[in-house]
Nanobody, 116 residues
Framework: QVQLVESGGGWVQPGGSLRLSCAAS????????MGWYRQAPGKQRELVAS???????NYEDSVKGRFTISRDNAKNTVYLQMNSLKPEDTAVYYC??????????WGQGTQVTVSS
């Protein structure tokens, strides 16, 4: 079992930046993929960015050039750097990990609100 804890959400004005973190409760091996999803009120949860175990990165079109996903294996943590935030980025952001031998595991979510 893997527990994931997200942090770094909050309120920011349009054009601002936030950095989300997702820390795993233990060292995880054989990662298939780690990713960030978001769910806005009344909408389905959608993939924002993902990184595979061998480092292949994928972004949802609306965040390309603004968001960056990265991973620190020594800290068992995946990050999402969000720049040039827009009101439409407002959502609860979730971390998800899929292992070669288990998962998916989800974090509890962290709220991101972009407004003036």
């Amino acid at each position: 079992q893997v527990q994931l804890v997200e942090s770094g959400g909050g309120w920011v004005q349009p054009g601002g930046s936030l950095r989300l973190s997702c820390a795993a409760s233990r060292t995880i091996f054989n990662i298939y993929t780690m990713g960030w999803y978001r769910q806005a009120p009344g909408k389905q949860r959608e993939l924002v960015a993902s990184i595979t175990g061998n480092g292949i990165i994928n972004y949802e079109d609306s965040v390309k050039g603004r968001f960056t996903i990265s991973r620190d294996n020594a800290k068992n943590t995946v990050y999402l750097q969000m720049n040039s935030l827009k009101p439409e980025d407002t959502a609860v952001y979730y971390c998800k990990v899929v292992l070669g031998a288990g998962g998916p595991y989800w974090g509890q979510g962290t709220q991101v609100t972009v407004s003036s």
